[in-house]
T-cell receptor
Framework: QQQVKQSPQSLIVQKGGISIINCAYE??????FPWYQQFPGKGPALLIA?????SEKKEGRFTISFNKSAKQFSLHIMDSQPGDSATYFC????????FGTGTRLQVFP | NAGVMQNPRHLVRRRGQEARLRCSPM?????VYWYRQLPEEGLKFMVY????????ESGMPKERFSAEFPKEGPSILRIQQVVRGDSAAYFC??????????????FGPGTRLTVL
């Protein structure tokens, strides 16, 4: 019940395309859902986060869509760029972060 | 304003030795979290500490692992009698408030432990 399931495991997108990463959870006590971006050899960095009282949050090219009834949330990266190539982790939290298994995104020019 | 600092960045130990990983939180942060990341996997929560207190150690293995966050100085994650399965990246994160739903955790660059 503490798991966060993330898909796909890897994603290849052409420059300018839309990258979509999905996550699902079971524990209805989770009430904070951040996304982290991690480059090789670096620590994760917070990208964007949402609380379940809203269904969507947008920051620049990054959008979180949240479906509380389905217990699913997703990250959309619009106009994907080669510099977006990284591993993306969703997470869910009550007091500690439970991470998904990660999606390795590659954006080709 | 320096971010979360971890040292060493890389640590090599032989089986049976001790590993000590250090984490200095961001200035003004008094809450520290440790996570372990195995290759090609997500981060797994290990322990949450405030100054001089362990708040949640539900993710810590019962044996050989310990953590502390003294009043002065960095937080230390200590692994005694290391085994090959301990090889992983260990990340520390800090937050200013702690234990609150929307409190952002800032991660350090990690320590990559290799056990030979």
């Amino acid at each position: 019940q503490q798991q966060v399931k993330q898909s796909p495991q890897s994603l290849i997108v052409q420059k300018g395309g839309i990258s979509i990463i999905n996550c699902a959870y079971e524990n209805t006590a989770f009430d904070y859902f951040p996304w982290y971006q991690q480059f090789p050899g670096k620590g994760p960095a917070l990208l964007i986060a949402i609380r379940p009282d809203v269904s969507e949050k947008k920051e620049g090219r990054f959008t979180i869509s949240f479906n509380k009834s389905a217990k699913q949330f997703s990250l959309h990266i619009m106009d994907s760029q080669p510099g977006d190539s990284a591993t993306y982790f969703c997470a869910a939290s009550t007091d500690k972060l439970i991470f998904g298994t990660g999606t390795r995104l590659q954006v080709f020019p | 304003n320096a971010g979360v600092m971890q040292n060493p960045r890389h640590l090599v130990r032989r089986r049976g030795q001790e590993a000590r990983l250090r984490c200095s939180p961001m200035k003004g942060h008094s809450h520290v979290y440790w996570y372990r990341q195995l290759p090609e996997e997500g981060l797994k929560f290990m322990v949450y500490l405030q100054k001089e207190n362990i708040i949640d150690e539900s993710g810590m293995p019962k044996e050989r692992f310990s953590a502390e966050f003294p009043k002065e100085g960095p937080s230390i994650l200590r692994i005694q009698q290391v085994v090959r399965g301990d090889s992983a990246a260990y990340f520390c994160a800090s937050s200013p408030l702690g234990g609150q739903v929307t409190d952002t955790q800032y991660f350090g660059p990690g320590t990559r432990l290799t056990v030979l």
